[in-house]
């Protein structure tokens, strides 16, 4: 079972969360709940952005951030930053637990509605190209998990050409690696589940 730590100043939070999870102890500050034995920390948080948040989570267990009205403008500056979750105070129960282990597994946790605010769907205005025919074969296969060398036999092409559209496809999607192409890809429907 996951350990968690709560960081709350509301004891009918803490006694709630109590009732929910495995709590390994609760503390009034970050660096108290950062020196506890945890595998997550939630942090009751009612700040207008997660400044010193920010600051802690590269120093401590996964924090996974419980705010009463979690704001698009900083939700971006979270994740960057190192914040595993952000959740509305008014998540269910079963969405509590299971954004905890979720955490804990090294995933990334926000309600549906926040993620069209940190990353714009595939052929919304921040993206400024569309993916060509070859391209989305090419970002199909990816998602398959094949090599350079395995879609350039599978389309016969080069590997260079592969390169070239692997390429082309993180700069028009704006992804930072194959896998958040792929990501993106699914969200917009150019990869079929």
């Given at each position: 079972m996951t350990r968690v730590v709560i960081v709350s100043s509301s004891?009918?939070?803490?006694?709630?969360?109590?009732?929910?999870?495995?709590?390994?102890?609760?503390?009034?500050?970050?660096?108290?709940?950062?020196?506890?034995?945890?595998?997550v920390i939630i942090v009751d948080w009612d700040q207008k952005g997660p400044g010193e948040l920010i600051e802690s989570a590269s120093e401590s267990p996964p924090l996974l951030i419980l705010a009463s009205d979690p704001q698009p403008s900083w939700l971006g500056e979270a994740l960057r930053g190192g914040i595993r979750g952000v959740l509305s105070r008014d998540a269910s129960a079963r969405e509590l637990v299971a954004a905890v282990e979720a955490v804990a597994a090294g995933l990334v946790v926000l309600e549906a509605h926040s993620i069209a605010q940190v990353s714009p769907p595939v052929?919304?205005?921040?993206?400024?190209?569309?993916?060509?025919?070859?391209?989305?074969?090419?970002?199909?296969?990816?998602?398959?998990?094949?090599?350079?060398?395995?879609?350039?036999?599978?389309?016969?092409?080069?590997?260079?050409?592969?390169?070239?559209?692997?390429?082309?496809?993180?700069?028009?999607?704006?992804?930072?690696?194959?896998?958040?192409?792929?990501?993106?890809?699914?969200?917009?429907?150019?990869?079929?589940?």
């Open positions: 004891p009918l939070l803490r006694a709630g969360l109590e009732a929910l999870l495995d709590i390994a102890g609760s503390a009034q500050t970050l660096s108290e709940a950062a020196e506890m034995d945890a595998d052929g919304s205005p921040a993206r400024t190209e569309a993916l060509s025919p070859r391209e989305i074969e090419v970002l199909r296969l990816l998602a398959d998990g094949s090599s350079n060398k395995a879609i350039a036999w599978k389309l016969r092409i080069s590997e260079h050409t592969v390169k070239f559209h692997v390429n082309s496809i993180l700069s028009k999607m704006n992804a930072g690696s194959r896998t958040e192409a792929v990501m993106l890809g699914i969200r917009g429907g150019l990869i079929p589940l």
